[in-house]
């Protein structure tokens, strides 16, 4: 699973920097304004990171709400985001747990190769994120740290996330992302995000 997600994610770059290099822009020259503010509200899927001692990590969903400023005289913004992540990893000899997290964090992405209705992303966030492992746990009694990850012992871990994307048309925000939290927990996402305000005045 991780090999296919980092296949997807260097296919990602190369098509950025393909269409980067490629693309007209009618804007040459000429600085573009944008919004100070703007919003996004997405979803998307998320990737146990590692299965431990399961035998499957099975894709997941996330969701998330963000808010950023857009700096003037740089193309950067800064923000912050509040999220969700669920997935599952199963055994065959114990069954099926499920892994939740409730991330608060402050972000910041650079954009570049910013063209009419495309501008290309690499950026990272840093923050907490909230455990929930209250799921009912069929190990072993005997097994309180079964596989390596903490079976209720955890509520929370500082949370770190590098993610590179693509915004199209001012308004949708492709993103591949990874939170590099408590280990259990550590997952890659994929989302699509709906994107209010900022843009091209």
Known sequence: ?????????????????????NSPSADTGRARAVGRFEGEIGGGLSFGADRLNFDRSNPGAAFYAEARYNV???????GVQVGGTIFHRESDHAGQLKFRSWNVMAVADYNFRRRRNVSFFAGAGVGYAFLDNSAPVV????????????????????CFMPRIGVELFHHLRV???????????????????????????
Request: aromatic residues 14%; glycine residues 14%; proline residues 1%.
């Open 139 to 158: 190990f072993d009694d005997t097994q309180s740290n079964w596989g390596g990850f903490s079976t209720g012992s955890r509520s929370g871990s500082l």
């Open 72 to 78: 003037q005289l740089l193309p950067l913004d800064v």
């Open 175 to 201: 993103t591949f992302d990874y939170k590099l939290q408590e280990r259990a927990n550590r997952h890659f996402g994929l989302s699509l995000g709906v994107v209010f305000g900022g843009g091209r005045r």
């Open 1 to 21: 699973m991780k090999k296919r997600i980092f296949a997807w994610a260097l296919l990602l770059l190369g098509f950025m920097q393909g269409y980067a290099q």
